[in-house]
């Protein structure tokens, strides 16, 4: 599933994907996606927790 999404944006993009930093940039998007999802979620948690002090 991850695969196909990945070839939509690529193919969004108007790229192959065939070329290796294409490729690199494919598989580095997704996690960095993730991990400021994930910051931000922490972020919302914690002023959450602030006022409910």
């Known amino acids: 599933m991850i695969r196909e ?7 969004a993009l108007g790229t192959n994907g065939t ?4 490729q690199e940039v494919s598989m580095l998007a997704p996690h960095l996606l993730q991990s400021a999802l994930v910051f ?3 972020v ?9 002090r």
């Open 44 to 52: 919302l948690v914690r002023a959450r927790r602030r006022r409910q």
């Open 5 to 11: 999404r990945l070839l939509l944006v690529l193919y």
């Open 19 to 22: 070329d290796r930093e294409n």
């Open 40 to 42: 931000v979620d922490t």
